[in-house]
């Protein structure tokens, strides 16, 4: 009897001890450094506190090139259990991730994401990445500027007519104002604005639209802005000395520029850096872009439960999400990401601290939202930028000329057209979700 007490203590003790070393790998761009401790490792620290039976231990190997360091470690058979993913696509080409669908269905927390979140990660009914962040992406407000003109400022509810007029009637370079930071992401976004049936670079959920009237006439506009000229960069010389700083953000944090584009993730700087009043109005029409991060868990990891768990915690989970407002209130700061989930006490939480108007407004309508296509569209790289236009310039290049060139753009807008979405196809015939 002595003898079996003596066994079963140890094998006790023996199940004690595995149970608190699972060990998961875990790769981010966004830890900094050990020194800095910024707020991603004090969310980890924060996991293992909560988590005793987990370590989670940062794999620096993963740096640089990000594409390419995953590449080499999958190769030496070593993927991180858990790592952001530069595009979904791209991590199911090389087979690195798992099939994660039963682990969200188990999850009833996973289904109060918004389908802008969770949507994206869905290809043929399977769930293949884990929502990291939430941004909005649209145009910041210098309110102002239209006080100083006796107008009213642009809201939540500005039309495409609006972005216009204003285009038009603040273009005083002469005086110190401009009417906008930079005007590229026009061609992005422009057909979403113009035609609801229309996505993010003009997708419609089964192909591109690139010879539509709509994409036409955001290259149309954006090309008569840079040579009004109407954004900061295309000032000549003697006017650009007049504005404060050397590039479009100083202009704008001076105080100089009626509307820049940039995402909510800009809310913290701006905050500190801009001397007057603005508000986040998004794109005119309502229908706002969103921007989602994405982490993978390992296809080979031995341990996915607690994997999914981890990948949770430091994104849209509940319980992580409130230690991430903790923390950024300690550090006197906002968190980048919005909240993923409709969590009433996560959302009043959340809003108690981030008092940007517009952009609790539009959150309120995220599911009318356009989902930014780079990391979730198969082929949307070479669909949008690299693929090789018979003129010998890349897509992405030529569209950039068509702006800010001589390029007609209208001349080779069906052969734009048939190749960005033959790019579609090739990369998703390649992943099996079209024949």
Sequence with gaps: MKKFLVILAMTMLVIGLSAQTVTLKYANWNLGTAEENNIERQMIAAFMETHPNIVVK???????????????????GGLPDVFMLQTIPGALA???????????????????????????????????????????????????????????????????????????????????????????????????????????FTWDGSKFNLNSKEFLEGIALAKSLWTAPAVWEAQPKDIKDKFPGGWHGEAWNNGNIALRWDGTWAVPDITKLAKFNWDFIGVPGGRTIIVND??????????????????????WGKEGFLKR?????????????????????????????????????????????????FKWLPGYIPARWDGQVKAGQKIGDLLWNSVRGDVKVADVIDELNTLSNTKYKEAARKLGFIK
């Design 294 to 315: 994405y982490v993978g868990i390992a296809n080979g990891t031995k341990r996915p439960a607690e994997a999914y768990e981890f990948a949770k915690w430091m994104s």
């Design 325 to 373: 407002l903790q923390l950024a209130a300690k550090a006197n700061t906002l968190p980048s990401t919005l909240p993923m989930v409709t969590d009433k006490t996560v959302l009043d939480a959340y809003f108690k601290v981030q008092t940007v108007p517009g952009v609790k407004a539009l959150y309120a309508t995220l599911d009318k939202g356009v989902v930014e296509a």
């Design 94 to 200: 090389n087979d690195w991730v798992m099939d994660i669908s039963a682990l969200a269905k188990a999850d009833k927390e996973y289904s109060t994401l918004p389908k802008v979140v969770s949507g994206a990660t869905v290809y043929n009914g399977k769930t293949f990445a884990v929502p990291f962040a939430l941004h909005m992406m649209g145009y910041f407000v210098n309110k102002d500027v239209f006080e100083g003109a006796n107008a009213k400022a642009p809201t939540t509810a500005w039309k495409l007519a609006d972005f216009t007029k204003i285009m038009k009637d603040y273009n005083q370079p002469a005086s110190g104002v401009l009417p906008l930071s930079e005007e590229v992401q026009i061609v992005d976004w422009y057909a979403s604005a113009a035609n609801p049936k229309m996505g993010y």
């Design 58 to 76: 940062i794999d620096d190997r993963i740096t640089g090139d990000w594409p390419a360091a995953l590449a080499a470690a999958a190769a030496a």
